[in-house]
């Protein structure tokens, strides 16, 4: 059984200096890596250059992967040959369009232009006091999966902060639902701290706590391998 997994944030450049990004480390994704390399399986490691990562392996493939259309392509072309996808990646809601001063947003007559221009400058000027950055929003590639291998196992990730846990769950039901995942890790990102990472394993037939990040790994492998 070949497992792939995602882990850690992907950034979106605004030009050749700036981006935006998250603050996932990959940690997770290192951890449930190494799970399933200690028993024995080949993974690929669909990770980023900042990410904390697993080290060299005989059966670890790495593929470095910077923003969300790399991401695609990569996901795109892995997909199919994999049994497993565990997507733990961060990945950027949206990617900048445009960034230009505020001065010429406001004098705009209509704002829908901005939409359709590039910067071209390798570094955007910073003479602004205050700038406008226009954002498009990326494809939920979780949601592109199941075409790209209708038979694979999927198991996604969820992030909401500071919700009820009755918000979380449903969110993570409907996730589970829509995407044809076999499992949803629900987190919120108040109970992750201090070491401890409180998250709700959502299937179709149970929800089962973890409390660590070493506990989720062991809770997917074993969900993994119990059902394979």
């Known amino acids: 059984m070949n497992i792939l997994i ?20 990959g940690q997770l994704g290192k951890i449930i890596s190494e799970k399933f390399l200690e028993a024995g399986f080949s993974v690929t490691l669909v990770t980023t250059p900042t990410a904390v990562q697993p080290n060299a392996h005989p059966r670890l493939t790495k593929v470095i992967i ?45 704002l829908e232009q901005f939409l359709h221009q590039t910067n071209q400058e390798s570094k955007i000027s910073s003479e602004e006091d205050y700038q406008v ?24 990730f ?14 993570a039901r409907a996730s589970l639902k829509k995407n044809q995942a076999e499992m949803i890790v629900a987190n919120d990102l108040s109970e992750i701290q201090d070491g401890k990472h409180r998250a709700y394993l ?14 989720i790994a062991q809770k997917i492998f074993h969900h993994i391998t119990n059902k394979g």
Not at 204 to 214: F, S
Request: hydrophobic share 40%; charged share 25%; proline share 3%.
């Open 6 to 25: 995602t882990s850690g944030g992907t950034s979106e450049k605004i030009d050749q200096v700036r981006s935006i990004t998250n603050h996932s480390t």
């Open 66 to 110: 910077k923003d969300v259309a790399e991401l695609q392509t990569v996901l795109e072309k892995e997909t199919p040959t994999h049994q497993v996808l565990i997507h733990s990646m961060a990945v950027s809601d949206y990617s900048p369009v445009y960034m230009t001063g505020f001065h010429a947003v406001k004098e705009a007559t209509n």
């Open 133 to 156: 950055l226009f954002l498009k929003k990326n494809p939920k590639l979780i949601s592109l999966v199941k075409a790209w291998n209708p038979d694979i196992r999927l198991i996604g």
């Open 158 to 171: 969820k992030l909401l902060v500071d919700v009820s846990q009755d918000q979380l769950l449903s969110v």
């Open 202 to 215: 959502v299937t179709k037939d149970a929800t089962r706590i973890a409390k660590t990040k070493l506990d």
